[in-house]
């Protein structure tokens, strides 16, 4: 009878122990997010850009062969035929090249070793994207939850008033317009809780886009969970990291630096190339001067050099062409850099300033609570009317919702400063996860 009396009860109590937090749900995305999977391929064909640019370092050894049919007549001018020899000649060549000096190719390596830089940063900023993506739809679908649970919250109580103004006016007590503010108030609250239960359709929904499956039951933020400001509380270090740090700043070096070495290897058209080659092979063929077919063994080794003098103006129109791509790059690396800086500032500010918010609605959550039991007694004793009561609930529950808000998107505003500077981590992620409720599941 006890195990049957604990498999009916243990579900109440297993549903919020099971809730996922949000490095669970971080870890889900890692695993399952397209979006993420694709900058991982990218990354892995990115890494191929350096053997890529080394192989022109490196020698080159090909084999090539050839075999053909010969049915030739061979006749005198003016008179009769000589000969019709028919014979096959084929041969084989292997050829080895090893680059001396190939500045373009030196220079090609270069870029190649940036490249595989730029991708390693590219991957990394998307595994930041991840964080502040899944980060956000998680806490919309917090907020989501919160925004229904106050409208309920509220409906339910406008309910009561409804139905208390009701049996007032019945026995005298009250008047009709109380009755029609309070119907009026529940028809309003009752279309808010129907577009409060679509937003958090939708914001289910946007999660479980990323995460390729249903996120079920989520920890929330704690109520006493400690909000902290930024440290350092500085916001000029902060914007000067970003300058520095950002991925995005560090992504558009990376083009500047690449951009530059192509106005080097642009150069190097007018450069000669020396290489080294040797050669050994076969061939068979027809040599009428001795009558026969002649069998040849062939070896060979030498250099190349190779002068460039004149291709119509090409090299120099591709020099012209890379210059002007390396100023395009080097003016976007400084509006990257500008933007960087001004996002730090955007998030430095958003902590600070919810912070701010957060206590301040703290203190007026508190203040609502207050009023409400205030005009609940003086309804009471008759010194406040029905409408002063509606209003006083209503506040609590805005309140309350504002201040999850603003507590979600000051823990956003954290997150989002750290990307700013390219220092966003697992850990952070492990941070705010440590603000979770999981015994408290939306």
């Not at 063929?285 to 291709?311: H, R, V």
């Amino acid at each position: 009878m006890k195990k049957l009396a604990w498999l009916i009860v243990s579900p109440l109590f297993a549903s919020p122990l099971c809730a996922a937090d949000l490095m669970q749900v971080y870890r889900t995305a890692q695993d399952n997010d397209p979006t993420f999977a694709a900058a991982r391929s990218v990354l892995d064909a990115g890494r191929e850009k350096a053997p890529q640019g080394r192989a022109g370092l490196l020698p080159n050894l090909s084999l090539s062969g050839n075999t053909t049919w010969n049915d030739n007549e061979i006749s005198q001018h003016g008179g009769g035929t000589l000969a019709k020899p028919r014979y096959n000649s084929n041969g084989y060549q292997l050829t080895l090249s090893q680059p001396l000096f190939r500045w373009q190719n030196w220079v090609t390596y270069d870029q190649a070793k940036i490249q595989v830089v730029q991708a390693e940063v590219n991957f990394t900023q998307a595994r930041q994207d991840l964080i502040l993506r899944v980060a956000q739809a998680y806490f919309d679908v917090n907020y989501a939850t919160e925004n229904l649970k106050a409208v309920k919250a509220n409906k339910s109580a406008i309910g009561q008033q409804l139905e208390s103004a009701k049996k007032n006016f019945e026995v005298g007590t009250a008047t009709i317009t109380d009755t029609h503010e309070a119907q009026a108030r529940f028809d309003l609250a009752s279309a808010q809780e129907i577009a409060a239960e679509s937003d958090l359709e939708v914001k289910q929904h946007a999660l479980a886009a990323i995460l390729g499956k249903e996120p079920g039951l989520l920890a929330v933020v704690r109520k006493d969970a400690p909000l902290t400001p930024p440290q350092p509380n500085d916001m000029g270090q902060w914007v000067a990291a970003a300058e520095k740090d950002s991925l995005a700043v560090q992504v558009q070096q990376a083009n500047a630096d690449i951009a530059a070495r192509e106005l080097d290897k642009q150069r190097a058209g007018h450069y000669p190339t020396l290489d080294l080659v040797a050669n050994k092979g076969y061939s068979k063929s027809f040599l009428q001067t001795y009558g026969g077919a002649y069998d040849t063994d062939f070896q060979n080794i030498g250099l190349q050099l190779n002068i460039p003098l004149f291709q119509g103006g090409l090299v120099v129109s591709r020099q012209r062409e890379a210059a002007a791509n390396r100023t395009a790059a080097e003016s976007s690396l400084e509006a990257t850099r500008r933007g960087a800086a001004l996002s730090a500032r955007q998030y430095y500010l958003g902590v600070v300033n919810g912070l701010a918010q957060v206590r301040a609605l703290q203190a007026a959550l508190v203040s609502s609570q207050s009023a409400l039991e205030s005009n609940k007694l003086g309804y009471e004793v008759g010194v406040r009317i029905n409408i002063d009561v509606l209003n006083a609930e209503n506040q609590v529950y805005v309140t309350r919702r504002d201040l999850a808000k603003a507590t979600l998107d000051t823990l956003m505003a954290q997150l989002r400063l750290k990307a700013a500077v390219g220092a966003l981590g697992d850990d952070d992620v492990a941070q705010i996860n440590s603000l979770l409720d999981p015994s408290s599941a939306q």
